[in-house]
C-alpha cells in the first residue's frame, strides 16, 4: 500500500516495517516533506505529483497541531483520520468530515463524530506504546513513584498542585523530559490526565515495566485493564486518595505481578504495530467499499462542515497563530 502520513510520524516506522511506502508530510521533525506554512489543496496535489505519489491511503494522525494540510475531501485514495486529543480541540469534529472514517483516541467522544454528510464510520482506537521505545531495560527499580510530564498548567491547571499535594504524602520524583529513563527505574508511575482522558502515559509506563496509578476514569479503562490485576486507581482529582494507593501499593508485596500483568497486557494488545495493522486493514476495507466515491458524492455537505471548522480555528483566540495563517483559515473557511 502506498501511503501519505501527514502531521505525526508515530505510525510510519510501523507502516513501513509492515512492508508498505511511506511518504510522511508535516511541520514536525522527521517528515519526509517539511512544511513551512500551510499546503493549499492544488499545492498538495502537486507535491504529490512531484514526489510521483498516488497513494491509496491517506492518513491524518493528529499531533497536536492545527491542521496544515488541504484539500483532503476531495482526493480519490482513501482517507482516515486519528483523533487524539479531541477533548482540546473541538474543531476535530467538524474537521472529521474530510475522511472516510474517523478512529478516535477517547471512548467517550464518539458520539460527538456520528453524523456527517457520507455516514463515515467511527471507530474506537485507544493510544499505545511504542516497544522500540517504551521497554523494560532489567535496571534496578530504584525510584518508588515518578512523574514525567508538562508541569506548566497551560493545558492542565490542576496538576501541579495535584503533584505537590501528593508530594507531602507520599514519595515523588518529578520531572519533565524523557520518561522511559525514569519509568525503568520506577516501582510506581503516577498519572494524572488533563480531562479525564486515558493518555499516552497509560501505556508507556506500563510496557516500561513500572506498575502504573493513575485515576479511576472512563473513557475504556476498564475495557483494556483490569484495576488492581494490571493497574492502579485513585479518585480523580483527589491527591490524599492517590497518595493513600500509592503508600499501600509500595509495601504491597504483589506490586511487581501487577507491574508484570500490565506490561504483558500492553505488549500484546497495544502497541503502535498492533494499531498499525487495524488502520491498515480499515483502509483495505473502506476502499473495497468504495468509500472514496461516497465521500465526494458528498462533497458539498462535507465542505459545509470543513468550513465551520476553519471558522473555529481562524478564530480561536487563544491559538498562536499568525495573523497570516488566520487570514488564511478565513479564506478556507469562505470556499
Known sequence: MRIVNLHSTAFVAAFRALGHEVLSVGIGP????????????????????????????????????IPWVFGLETLPAVVIGYSVDQYMHPW??????AFDAVCVAQRD??????????????KWLPLFCDPSRDRDQGLPRDVPVSF??????????????????FRTRAPLFMTTGAYAPIFGRSR????????GELNFRVFQAMAC?????????????????????????????????????????????????????GREKTLSRHTVSARARTILALATRLAAQGAPAKRLHALSGVRRQLRKAYAMLALDEHLPLRTSDREFFLSQARF
Not at 188 to 195: D, E, G, I, K
Request: aromatic share 6%; hydrophobic share 45%; with cysteine.
Open 30 to 65: 522527521g517528515c519526509d516533506v517539511p512544511l513551512s506554512e500551510p499546503l493549499s489543496a492544488r499545492r498538495f496535489t502537486d507535491l504529490l505529483d512531484a514526489q510521483g505519489m498516488a497513494p491509496d491511503l491517506v492518513f491524518w494522525c493528529d499531533a497536536c497541531q
Open 92 to 97: 476535530h469534529v467538524p474537521y472529521s468530515m
Open 109 to 122: 467522544y464518539l458520539p460527538l463524530f456520528e453524523e456527517s454528510p457520507h455516514c463515515r464510520p467511527v
Open 148 to 165: 514525567v510530564g508538562t508541569l506548566d498548567g497551560r493545558v492542565n491547571s490542576a496538576r501541579k498542585p495535584f503533584l505537590q499535594a
Open 188 to 195: 510506581l508511575v503516577l498519572n494524572q490526565s488533563a480531562a
Open 209 to 261: 515495566g513500572a506498575a502504573l496509578l493513575t485515576e479511576a476514569v472512563d473513557n475504556g479503562l476498564e475495557t483494556l485493564f483490569t484495576p488492581d490485576v494490571e493497574l492502579l486507581t485513585y479518585r480523580r482529582g483527589d491527591p490524599e486518595d492517590a497518595a493513600r494507593a500509592a503508600l499501600a501499593a509500595l509495601t504491597d508485596p504483589g506490586l511487581e505481578a501487577i507491574a508484570r500483568a
